[in-house]
Each structure stands twice: as C-alpha cells, then as structure tokens.
C-alpha cells in the first residue's frame, strides 16, 4: 500500500523549501527596480498550497519503500515544475500553458532548450529564476531536500537512490544525509568560485552569477541571446570549459580529489575514460576547423575543446554554430549527444559508466564465445561488476534507444523533418539544449506546436530521471497492494 499522507507532507515541505529559492530573484528584481509582485505572488501561493499539504496531516511514522521513492521523485519534478512556472505566467512573459511548461521544465531538467527568442528584454529577475531552476535541478531536487529531510523526520535514502543519476552508488559518508550534504558543499563551492572567475573575467556580477549557476548545473541558460560568445574572451571561454568538465564529473570523485584523496580519483576509470575521451574528440573536431582555415590553431582548439565540452556535459552553451562546420562534423557533434557526463554528475545523457560498462563486456563476449568454460569478471575500477548491474545497463540502453526511436517517430508524425524530429528528441531526451535540423546551437524551439512542446518536456523529464523512475509508474505491479 502507497502511503498517500507521507507523500502530501514530501510534497508540502517541496514547495515550501521552493518558496525559499525564489526569494533572491525577488531581490534581484528590487535591485533593477523591476515589478517583484509576479515573483512575490508565486511565493505566496507556493508557500500556501505546501503549507496545506504539509500540515494537514500528522506526522508519519512509516517508513519511504522504494515505491514512495519513486512516486515522490517523480511527483517532486512534476510539482516543482507546476509551481516553477509561476512567475513566467504571473508576470505575462510568458503566456501559454505550454510555453512556460517547456521553459521551466527544460530548466529544472537542466536541458537548457528555451522558446524565447529574444532572452535580453525579458527581466533581470525573472531571468535569474531561469538560472536558478537550473541550478536547483543541477545535482537534483532531492539531492537537496534528503540533506534536510531529517530535520522534517523525513527518511531519505530510496529518494536519493530513486533520483540519484547513473548506476553508481559511491557515497562519501554512510549516512544518505551526510552524503547530500557534503556533494552540496562541493556544488555551492565551485558555483562560488565560478562566479569570482566569471566577474573577474568581465562580466557583470549579475551575468556571473547567472552563468555560474548554469555551468555547474550543466544547463546553459544564458542572460545573453549569442549565450557564450557573447563573450569574446578566452578568458570567460576557459574558465567555462574547466567549470563544465566538473559538473561532468561525478561529484563524489570531485570531493575525494578536494580532501587529497587522489588515489581514489586515478582509481575511477570512469574519470579516466571522460576526460580522454573529451581531449580526443576535441582534437579530432580542432583538426578540421584549423584545416578549413581561417582560424589559427590556439582558436581551432578552443573553439572545438568547447563546443565537445559543452555537448558531451550536456551543458549546452555555444560559442560557435557547429552546423556550419559541414556534414560529418555536424553528425559527429550529433552522436555526441548520446555520450552524456560522468554518473553522479549534474551531467545528462547515457552516462559514461554505462558506455564503458557495454563496451567491456563486449568485449568480454568474443572471449567468452573462444573460450566458453572461461570465468571472465568484467571489473570496473578494479571491482567486479555483478550480473544483475551488466542486465541493468543493458536494459538501460536498449529503452533509452527505442525511446529514442518511437519519440522521433511521434515529432515525425506532428509534421516536422526527420533531421529536427530525430534532433528534438536526442537533445531533450539527453537534456543537451542544442540538437540539429532546426534545433541546432543559433535556434530555440519556439516554432514547435503546443503537443510537441508538452511532447519534449515529457521526454526531457524522461532523460533527467534517467527513464526508470518515470517508466515504471506505468507499470500495473507498481500499484498492487503487494
């Protein structure tokens, strides 16, 4: 039996702690005398409906099993989405239902893909709350609410294995709590110092905070509508790079590495596979930018070590259109969308654990099929991968390729073109921002229909919670009494 009452006080405290979060874009709209009231009625409301929610009901003393984690995690998104939208509404920036839906949950799923076409007239408040729900989504909603669930007597540990991003489960301290905690001082951490490196740059303190936010949370909302390259400074463009090749790493790696634990970090073969393999597609993409011509090798590097970075850590931000580059770039920047970060990172995508998870035991297979009585273990970071994981990545790939496959088929019967249906749906389902057809790196997605726009905020939800904790809501055994 679901525990209905334990779920309405989650969903209370929720939108409560969301009601805090709004709180400085109410001080930003102050600061550049802008009207606060949209943002101050949607925390208000927010604050009323969690208030109803949480104390219309005694405290519980049932325990969160796995299927109010998955319910929970999946209504969090939903909720958290619902009310996020508010201030868009409130305000009359953003009018329709299906608009400010799409806005809102591209940015709590940090996909970064927007309907606005003119970002630099919309206001300095309401644009720092289109940071902040990146930045909230970034390392997870619940990730967040587990660190302070126990002050709630909230239990927390099948939310945060229900939300938590990829098939790894290294923890940095044995209490779910204290892990949550300190991942969040690592993100609060490098957000600051990506903030002081960004101002210091040249940017505005305002526009540094707002690009932080985004690069940590691997989202890529920008307060400028040429987003990165706005900037034209190597400066700004290297200092996002190193922040984006963090947000991809898994955290828990990032905080061994900050208290000296480096054997830990070089014993990741995750860590080891991502960062070369970054180093080796940009190199490939440098190599026919310079060859071109046009550009000196400093720039062709830069140029290509960004736009890789920022794709394959489903950042999204742009410094360069890389449909221009031709064909075969454009497809090879198009299969990086199915690469996706580090596991346990603000990262979207397929996850590198999983590429190097598949293409071991692939390997494994051809020894296998030479030598059939051989015990072959497939060891990752030098443990051995059990069965039951192999199955789980394997049926992993498989959804996540025909989710792929049937999303595109349902953009194509909406009446769009098989390079922007197959481009729409890679990039929402991946939560990268820029795709190609008429989704590439200089477009938004304000010319598709109200269906697709709900239609892609459903697959961005998808891709975020890592299909799964969605999928098997679906599912009639998830909803038997036993």
Known sequence: MIHFKEIAKIMGALLGLLAVLMIPAVIFSVYFREDPWPILVSICISSVVGGIAYFSFSKQDQNIRKREGYLIVALSWVFMTLFGMLPYILSKEIVSFDDALFETMSGLTTTGASILTDIEVMPKGLLFWRSMTQ???????????????????????????????????????????????????????????????????????????????????????STKNASMAYYDSAFIQYVAIFFMFLAGTNFTIIYFGLIGKFKRVLKSDEFK????????LALIVGYFIFAKGGVDGELAFRKALFQVVSVVTTTGYVTDDYTQYGAGLTFFFFMMLFLGGSAGSTAGGIKFVRHLTFIKNSWLEFKRLVHPRAIVPLMINGDRVTGRIITHIMNFLLIYLLTFVLGSLVMSFLGYDLATSLGAVATCLANVGPGIGKVGPVDNFAFFSPTAKIFLSFIMLLGRLELFTILILFTPFFWRAN
Do not use: C, Q
């Not at 596979?273 to 080796?280: D, E, I, K, T």
């Open 135 to 221: 930045w909230i989504g970034g390392l997870g909603i619940i990730v967040l609410t587990v660190a302070i669930f126990p002050l709630l007597g909230i239990g927390g540990i099948e939310l945060f294995v229900a939300e938590s991003p990829g098939p790894t489960s290294d923890k940095v301290h044995p209490r779910i709590s204290e892990t949550a905690k300190r991942l969040w001082y690592v993100y609060v951490g490098l957000t600051l110092t990506a903030t002081l490196l960004y101002w210091a740059g040249g940017m505005t303190f305002y526009d540094a905070i707002n690009h932080a936010l985004t690069t940590l949370a691997t989202g890529g909302f």
């Open 273 to 280: 596979v991502y960062a070369f393999s970054l180093l080796g």
